[in-house]
């Protein structure tokens, strides 16, 4: 498999199905490409790989990704007997009891599970640097993040490891990673798939799953593949009549496009995100849609106060409730100072006071949506900044200093809209001066992710990224 990297995912799954490569070809080249990066760039934390040779050498089930290697992210998702650490001493021996749903619909899909992605404790950072595993950096540059939280993932398939790794996103944690490492990455609308039946409602419907790619037709053959919801499902979206891979090269008509290049905070923009989103509306004008420059409205401060405190008590909540899984209750040398603080404060919310704050998050999403319901699609920077070096996003901090000083201001483009719920992509469009990739999110209304995909797929037509490979690569 001397011309793995050449492949995305579906491109593996073809050669598959054509009989040209084994399943057990595939995970053995997938396994030597771990070994020959992972020294440099810590990305892949928990081994599967006897299991990964067993099921490959099995009845792979004949899906869209036939015989494909996957890796996934160590964080959320339950994959039956497997480690799931979320980054965090506490975790560190939980094994997942049962799949979750969307477990289940990657086994469907012919994926091999073959390695778990570093993640931050819980994922609350944007830098994938947890205390008990080293730190993921970017094979872009080594100095620098990859991002958070599927910072793990974003490294792996930045440098060629795999074509797609599984991702979530809270507040930007499939958007920034992608960002950062020059990949496509879908938050999806919310309701499009289930956490069943590990989470009911996690963080107010504001997280959701997904995965990191190389293309976006795997964005896309992913999404109709997991897809899915359980009866009773709280934010249920019916599935879109057409599949999203059927989307993929669709003239998505000519679109009026809304630009933001001012941050919601009054935060100076880096240059070079300002000029990856003028590139991108220019590129966009070039195949006929029409750009004009707006801004956002809302008041991001009292979004990020409200959020702040609802993450807070969900993650206490989610460390309680963990007890009877871990076997044992938390204690003090557990948790990172910021997750210890987190912990703290979100036991000593009133719960009518915390009830305001869901509808008061919930009524600026409303807010946000408005900002951008007069347009096809908005195009803003993913992030303020190019990707910052790692221990940058220090969690040994204090949560009222790494969150407000330092967090805050970086996700004041991607987390208004997990309180949105509109879908919104990132596209490698944009390497900076000292070759960094610094990603652009378009956005549309929800429920309307088709048309994402389409607009994703014309602009990865007009300028192609699937050729641009970091200095560290397999």
Not at 42 to 49: A, L, P, R, S, T
Not at 154 to 159: D, K, L, N, Q, R
Request: proline fraction near 8%; include cysteine; aromatic fraction near 8%.
């Amino acid at each position: 498999m001397q011309e793995f990297a050449k492949y995305d995912a579906m491109g593996l799954a073809e050669l598959v199905s054509n009989k040209d490569v084994k399943p057990i070809e595939l995970v053995e080249a997938a396994i030597a490409r771990i070994e020959s990066v992972n020294d440099e760039l810590g990305c892949v934390n928990i081994e599967n790989y006897d299991n990964a040779r067993a099921q490959a050498e099995g009845d792979v089930p004949d899906g869209p990704f036939n015989g494909v290697p996957l890796l996934l992210k160590d964080l959320l998702t339950g994959y039956e007997g497997m480690l799931t650490t979320n980054g965090s001493r506490y975790f560190e021996n939980f094994v997942a009891p049962v799949d979750s749903a969307i477990a289940t619909r990657i086994n469907q899909g012919g994926f091999i599970r073959l390695a778990k992605t570093v993640t931050p404790e819980f994922g609350y950072c944007i830098a994938s640097e947890p205390e008990i595993f080293p730190p993921a950096r970017n094979p872009w540059n080594p100095e620098h993040t990859p991002g958070g939280s599927s910072g793990g993932s974003s490294a792996a398939v930045a440098a060629r490891i795999v074509p797609l790794a599984t991702a979530s996103d809270g507040g930007g944690s499939i958007r920034i990673p992608a960002s950062n490492g020059g990949l496509v990455g879908l938050k999806q609308s919310r309701g499009r798939t289930t956490m069943a039946p590990y989470y009911a409602d996690l963080w107010y419907g504001c997280a959701v799953e997904g995965c990191v790619s190389l293309s976006v037709r795997d964005q896309a053959a992913y999404h109709d593949l997991t897809q899915y919801g359980v009866p009773g499902e709280i934010y249920a979206v019916p599935r879109p009549a057409t599949p999203y891979l059927e989307e993929v090269g669709k003239d998505p008509g000519k679109l009026r496009i809304g630009m933001i290049k001012t941050a919601a905070d009054g935060q100076a923009v880096h240059p070079e995100c300002v000029a990856a989103v003028e590139n991108a509306a220019r590129l966009c004008e070039s195949l006929g849609h029409h750009v004009e420059e707006t801004a956002y409205s809302f008041d991001y401060g009292e979004l990020t106060a409200i959020f702040s405190r609802i993450a807070c008590a969900a993650t206490a909540a989610g460390i309680l409730g963990a007890e009877p899984y871990v076997g044992r209750a938390p204690r003090q040398g557990d948790f990172t100072t910021t997750i210890q603080d987190m912990l703290e404060l979100g036991q000593k919310q009133n719960a009518a006071e915390h009830y305001q704050d869901v509808e008061a998050m919930h009524q600026i999403g409303w807010a946000v949506a408005a900002d951008c319901d007069a347009y096809d699609v908005v195009l803003t920077p993913t992030l303020p900044n190019p990707p910052k070096k790692v221990g940058h996003y220090d969690m040994s901090l204090p949560f009222e200093e790494l969150n407000f000083k330092i967090l805050v201001p970086e996700v004041v483009f991607t987390l208004p809209h997990n309180v949105s719920g509109l879908p919104g992509i990132s596209l490698p469009l944009h390497w900076s001066a000292d070759g960094l990739p610094c990603g652009v999110q378009f956005l549309t209304r929800h429920a309307n992710d088709a048309l994402l995909f389409r607009l994703a797929a014309q602009l990865e037509q007009a300028q192609p990224w699937f050729d641009k490979v970091p200095p560290i690569h397999a």
